[in-house]
């Protein structure tokens, strides 16, 4: 791990007119960052000052230790209502001072398991979830951020069981809706919406949210129904301590809430990273979302994370270094202090809007209907992380995304691919069958297989039944593996072909290696199969080999056509 800090690193190399831009995508970012992050602290059940804090504390810590120049790392929507899950089972009667308590273990907890992870270096968890489970874990993320804030929308109240079963009563409930906040509701969402696509370099949330609260302070709109966010708190984050007999009932939250957070900021940061930035460092930015989160913990504010739609907006109006998340964090201290009056005005469903609006954009249709093009298994896989989040719950989705990532991961190894080989005519050219190449030679009696991939315990054995498929099919009396595209062969694997030679032989056939890399040939002559076939067996090319084949079979003259011969 590289140990010196990045703040030096990035002030090092500051250069004056990088100042103009930083401070207008600090300005323009906090603009997107407060009101997105009181709306965050709303969906994990928490007062709405949270965020502000949110918007405060991880962003300084970040820019101190991180190695991004363009991440706003505050929290996001899928940290949020995992937060809000965790927190649902650990303080089931929403007990303020219990939920207080438990929010600043929790916030703890996932910075110190960060922390702990970058000092076992496990950065590589980078890439553990596959892109496909990313993808449906994301969406169903959205559709259950947007099924629990659609009741604030209409202004009705349901009790929650779950997805489907909570998206039956707000069905039910729609009669009962309350006019004026639907009106509100659906207003912010259209104007956000147009905002966003014609305006995007504009404050949207914030230009939305101020005119809710304008609204709301000219009509007296709360005298008319309309939920309000209601008195917020004026100040800046007190020190709170957290509760540590919750720490075992929350480390397994803990756990995916970290998991999460890390695979987040690394996916955005890398997506927003300019070609002139200096690479992130995935261990370096585990150690710095775990200080973001640790420090966070003890001044009030949610789990940090990189959110995707900030940073994009931090990145495309001019931010050069993390000073413009600094400028940010101080305009968030700025509307702590002072804008609490106007705070309180905000409709609960203005609020709502706006995480629905931004939810939203977790479900990318356009993934899945790639995937389905591509590779259905894919899209199976991204299928199933969407309906674990939204069958059995957020926090158990994170293990379904983890368990659906190893079950694909396994069925690639444990399906390695083994080819049959023609010669494309003319040439010393072997490449696999296929009705494409329907006048490639092969000869009579000689099989020519091409294992790929590394070879070991999870795909030995099925390899094996390949080749003794094709071996049934072809009738071959020699059958030779090219092993030029295997870069490794464990022993489970050399077993296979010690036991594939042993059948072979008894049934008057012979097996034949070609084209061995110098680390698999040298595990085979380690092994009691190099001692069986010996040096004659091994060729250095398949073309050495089919010549070896047709010198001491006869010399048949090679056919084309049907693959099986």
Do not use: C
Request: avoid cysteine.
């Amino acid at each position: 791990m590289n140990l010196r800090l990045p703040l030096l690193e990035w002030i090092s190399q500051y250069r004056r007119d990088w100042m103009r831009p930083d401070f207008v995508a600090g300005l323009t970012t906090a603009a997107v960052v407060i009101p997105k992050a009181m709306a965050y602290a709303t969906v994990a059940g928490l007062p709405i000052e949270m965020g502000i804090y949110t918007a405060i504390v991880p962003p300084l810590v970040y820019a101190v230790f991180g190695t991004s120049r363009a991440l706003s790392v505050t929290t996001t929507t899928t940290l949020a209502i995992l937060v809000g899950a965790e927190l649902a089972v650990v303080v089931p009667d929403g007990d303020p001072a219990r939920l207080l308590q438990a929010i600043a273990m929790l916030t703890v907890m996932v910075g110190v398991i960060l922390a702990l992870a970058s000092v076992l270096r496990l950065g590589f968890f980078a890439d553990f979830v596959s892109y496909p489970v990313q993808v449906g874990f994301k969406a169903g993320i959205g559709f259950v951020i947007v099924a629990d804030q659609v009741p604030k929308l209409l202004g009705i109240h349901i009790h929650k069981e779950g997805f489907f079963r909570d998206v039956i009563s707000i069905l039910a409930a729609v009669p009962t809706a309350v006019l004026i906040t639907v009106i509100i509701g659906v207003g912010t969402i259209v104007v956000l919406a147009l905002l966003e696509k014609i305006r995007p370099k504009w404050p949207a949330p914030l230009i939305v949210l101020g005119a809710a609260i304008a609204a709301t302070a000219i009509w007296a709109l709360q005298s008319r129904g309309v939920s309000v966010v209601g008195a917020v708190p004026s100040g800046l984050p007190s020190f709170r301590m957290p509760d540590l007999s919750l720490a075992q009932a929350m480390w397994p939250g803990a756990l995916g809430i970290a998991l999460m957070s890390f695979t987040e900021t690394i996916a955005v940061g890398r997506a927003f990273a300019r070609s002139d930035d200096p690479p992130l460092r995935p261990n370096t930015e585990l150690l710095a979302t775990g200080l973001a989160s640790v420090a966070g913990g003890f001044l009030g504010s949610l789990p940090a994370g990189g959110g995707a739609s900030q940073t994009a907006v931090n990145r495309m109006t001019g931010a050069r270094t993390p000073l413009a998340a600094t400028v940010s964090a101080v305009v968030a201290v700025l509307a702590a202090l002072f804008l609490s009056p106007f705070i309180a005005l905000m409709p609960n469903a203005a609020l709502a809007g706006v995480v629905i609006v931004y939810s939203i954009g977790l479900i990318q249709p356009r993934d899945f209907r790639d995937m389905l093009r591509v590779r259905r298994t894919e899209f199976i896989w991204a299928v199933a992380a969407m309906l674990g989040v939204m069958v059995l719950g957020t926090l158990q989705g994170i293990l379904v995304a983890i368990i659906v990532s190893l079950v694909a991961l396994g069925f690639q190894a444990a399906n390695a691919p083994l080819y049959p080989l023609g010669r494309e005519p003319g040439t010393t050219k072997f490449r696999p069958r296929s009705p494409e190449h329907p006048d490639d030679e092969f000869e009579p009696g000689l099989l020519l297989a091409r294992p790929q991939g590394r070879l070991f315990f999870m795909n030995a054995e099925r390899t094996g039944d390949k080749l003794r498929t094709l071996i049934a099919e072809t009738q071959a009396r020699v059958v030779v593996l090219d092993l030029r595209a295997v870069f490794d062969i464990e022993y489970s694997a050399l077993k296979m072909l010690i036991d594939a030679e042993a059948r072979s032989r008894s049934a008057g056939r012979e097996l034949w290696l070609a084209a061995m890399q110098p680390e698999v040939l040298a595990a085979v002559m380690r092994s009691p199969l190099g001692e069986t076939i010996g040096p004659g067996r091994m060729f250095s090319s398949l073309d050495t080999a089919v010549t070896k084949f047709r010198s001491q079979y006869g010399g048949g003259r090679a056919r084309t056509g049907d693959s099986h011969g």
